[in-house]
């Protein structure tokens, strides 16, 4: 696994693009997130551009409750949501890689969100480790 300040990272030998992408579905949802949107980057590029690129996804997760409690705080972090997590293909399987909450909520002032920047973390984190 490389890590970032920004992100979390996770190496995912002889595993390939698809089976990478259902288990991050599954590892997220068993922490409580669903996916909300899927950015197929790979197609938008090739459709957009006429350029090839790897098969690559931008999954937008959300956890309702923590983004509830988020936005009770300030309505405005809406802008810094849902979490970000990339699925890609690589040369000897896939990649994932998930958006740091405490990272990116740093930009309204993280201390401010207090616990559910760390919570969100912690979540993603285990859901990185279980896969």
Same mark, same amino acid.
């Given at each position: ?39 197929? %980057?790979?197609? &938008? ?8 690129? #790897? +098969?690559?996804?931008? =999954? @937008? ?25 990339? %699925?890609?293909? &690589? ?8 958006? #740091? +909450?405490?990272?990116? =909520? @740093? ?25």
């Amino acid at each position: 696994m490389r890590d970032s300040d920004y992100g979390m990272r996770r190496a995912l030998p002889g595993t390939s693009y698809g089976d990478a992408v259902e288990r991050v579905t599954t590892a997220l949802k068993q922490e409580g997130f669903g996916v909300l949107t899927s950015i197929d %980057v790979k197609a &938008t590029l090739k459709e957009k551009i006429d350029v090839y690129f #790897r +098969p690559y996804v931008i =999954l @937008g997760a959300c956890n309702p409750k923590l983004a509830h409690q988020a936005l009770s705080m300030d309505d405005n972090i809406g802008m810094l949501l849902p979490c970000n997590v990339v %699925v890609a293909e &690589t040369a000897d399987g896939a990649e994932v890689a998930i958006a #740091r +909450p405490k990272a990116m =909520l @740093g930009i309204a002032g993280a201390e401010a969100m207090g616990d559910f920047a760390d919570e969100a973390e912690a979540r993603l984190e285990r859901a990185l480790e279980k896969l």
